[in-house]
């Protein structure tokens, strides 16, 4: 059911997101956007890869950020609100910050997003998306842009309990599913994908005061 906080339907998978992330640490969301918002998000990705604003994504943060082909090769572009239909994904994911800041208690001060595109032949492998003890980025999420998305194309997304799993979750990048995750607990990766994948990548950031400064949104800083 596409998430619309007025709905039923939408409450009761709202509620099995809350628990599945106290219970675990992650929770997969079939059709948790719905379709005409999905597929208006991947003409403006595809749109951007056409006119080559989809940029190489590196690792690490401020001086140790780097581009590292051997451990991520996907492209990205932040999402600014500047459009309507950013503006309606972004409204919703204000939502689920309302939610998850009421029942959770987890001081989610802002949302950071981006459009991803892996080509045949990327990935990204093991990591966590927050640096232990010194998270910013609280929750992740990634919502999956692929119409008729076929078994056997890879590019799932891996999900560990821990660093021994040997039996991890696997989720297909299908349209619409919504992945949420706890950035600094769940180790993941992106399997290589044999077709081009569509997705957009987010995390509700805290709010880290220097001084009185409100530290700003790490853009640049991809992890």
């Not at 689920?96 to 492998?125: M, S, T, V």
Request: glycine share 6%.
């Amino acid at each position: 059911m596409p998430f619309d906080p007025a709905s039923p339907e939408s409450e009761a998978s709202i509620n099995d997101l809350l628990d599945n992330l106290v219970e675990k640490g992650w929770y997969v969301w079939p059709n948790a956007i719905e379709p005409e918002l999905c597929q208006a998000l991947l003409e403006e990705a595809s749109e951007h890869h056409q006119e080559g604003e989809l940029k190489r994504a590196g690792i690490g943060r401020g001086d140790e950020h780097q581009l590292n082909r051997d451990i991520r090769r996907d492209k990205i572009k932040w999402l600014d609100g500047s459009t309507p239909t950013q503006q309606a994904y972004l409204a919703k994911m204000a939502d689920l910050q309302f939610r998850l800041n009421r029942e959770l208690f987890l001081g989610l001060f802002e949302y950071e997003c981006h459009f991803a595109l892996y080509q045949p032949g990327d990935f990204y492998k093991k990591h966590y998306d927050s640096f232990r003890g010194q998270a910013t980025r609280i929750v992740t999420t990634v919502l999956y842009l692929n119409p008729e998305w076929q078994p056997g194309k890879g590019g799932e997304l891996v999900i560990y309990k821990d660093e021994e799993d040997t039996q991890p979750t696997l989720v297909s990048p299908y349209f619409g599913t919504l992945a949420v995750f706890m950035s600094e607990e769940i180790l993941h990766e992106v399997l290589p994908t044999l077709q081009s994948r569509y997705s957009i990548t987010g995390w509700f950031r805290l709010n880290n005061m220097q001084g009185n400064q409100v530290d700003p949104p790490t853009q640049l800083l991809t992890y």
